[in-house]
């Protein structure tokens, strides 16, 4: 056998050996490594694997003592993978006991890579060489560099805000790493924070607002976003106009460089403020009680009509409405309405109708929800009513409409008529739509002024949009619709229609 092919062999059950030796070197992440070996004629060539975990740098240290009487030299190469015709990525000759290699740091992606060691000396007789290797590999901890301030976004209704333009927040390796990040607002009232995830690699991020960048001063209790939610949202009041802090703690015991998250800040109002007919705001409130003043303006008699509907996060809730003259003068009873879902997930959105003069008025809302939207418009208002029995304005079945007023000014002395006359007995379907806040009452009477049906009798119902019906089967002659209020301040918009058939309605 040629000494050329001996060699070959000898080194391939080298190389053999050393592979299969690498397999038991390889390990579970560990940010620092290290190895010890001796060459010498036997032992000039060795080679192992090395794992990257992730894209980054590492520290390599590479020591070199001589134990035989002739010096040597090492030159260690990386390597992409384990096989011997790899591409190198970096190569130190020379190394001896005066030249280590010290400290340096290579950039690495992610993957397997080979690191080949070879003896060496002057003479390339290594009959009398041998040297002791000690050699380390620590992978440093990666820090991303994140935004130096986080935008704060603007919203006056919620089809502004949407599920995009996040901004990405990194996270470096460890067990638990912090980010702080300061943010500013004008007004400094309710803060929405949206957070989504990115790529994962965290087991839960916990969030709190400070005043201070040493995050010392804590404003508001803190907030967590579990891994596997795909967006979480939370509110927090904060303490005024000015610059805060957020600080993200990422609990993420298995992270391999960089993780990352999304993250969305909005202001949203809680101050008093002026109103445009059929332009909706936002608004938060967040502690008992509080009230905010709408201020708003009709320009003749109308409907005020305002409707609040929670963010749909919020799972629901209420809100206590009075209407305020421009004086700040209450004028109507306080009263709740609701938000909910019910059991086919359909909302019903909360809304209070008034029925006012022209005028300026404020709208106090006191609301449940932290979040919600809020938006009034104005309608005008027609009447046709007779003001006396004696003007009773004449309706003809399947003809002709009812339609009429009461503003929460008028007194509860103002009465609206209206009359029907059949020419023979005939069924008589009345349907009625209403804008109701506070007491009302309709009766039908017969022309000797008999009772014959009313709707207090059936039980009050004080405010909303509302639709009631009654019908009965009358005899012939001429029957009288009384409408008027019961309350002081009450309002009521109505219309009504007369039908002769049980399907009838508008």
Known sequence: MSNIRKKVLAFAAVFVAIF?????????????????????????????????????????????????????????????????????????????????VTDTIIDLKKGT??????????????????ISLYCSQEILPTVPENISLLKVNRADSFEEIVRKDYEELKFGDGENTDIIIPFKVKNGDGLYISLGEKNGGFNYIQGSIYKDKECTTPVGKSFRFNYGDEYQDYFRSLA????????????????????????????????ARTMTSGKSTLAYQDKEGKKIRYKVTVKSKSILGVVVTPFVNSGGGYATFSLLDKDGKVISRSSEVYARKDDDNKEYISEKMYTVPAGTYYVQ?????????????????????????????????????????????????????????????????????YYLDGYFDYEILNAKGKVLYKLSEQGDITQGNIVHWCSNTYSKGTYYIKVYKKGKSSSLTYKFALFDSPYGEY
């Open 365 to 433: 809302v006191t609301s449940s929800c932290n979040l919600y939207q809020l938006k009034y418009i104005d309608f005008g208002i027609v009447k046709n009513a007779g003001a006396t029995k004696s003007k009773a304005k004449k309706l003809k079945v399947m003809q002709t409409q009812g339609a009429g007023y009461f503003l929460y000014t008028d007194k509860t002395s103002v009465v609206d008529w209206y009359k029907f006359t059949l020419s023979s007995n005939q069924y008589v379907k009345l349907y009625m739509q």
């Open 20 to 100: 299969l030796l690498s397999q038991t070197d390889a390990y579970a992440y560990n940010n620092f490594s290290s190895m010890s070996r001796d060459f010498d004629i036997m032992h000039t060539g060795r080679y192992y694997e090395y794992v990257m975990p992730k894209d980054g740098q590492i520290k390599f240290n590479a020591n070199v003592k001589n134990i035989g009487s002739v010096p040597g030299t090492l030159t260690i190469s990386i390597t992409k993978d384990y096989l011997l015709v790899s591409e190198t990525v970096i190569q130190f000759t020379d190394i001896s006991d005066s030249t280590p």
């Open 240 to 271: 005024g106009a000015g610059t805060y802090y957020i600080k993200f703690t990422s609990n993420n015991y298995d992270a391999v460089g960089v993780t990352s998250f999304l993250v969305k800040l909005y202001e949203v109002n809680s101050n």
């Open 113 to 130: 890579y080979g690191i080949r060691c070879e003896l060496e000396n002057d003479s390339g007789d290594l009959t009398y060489t041998a």
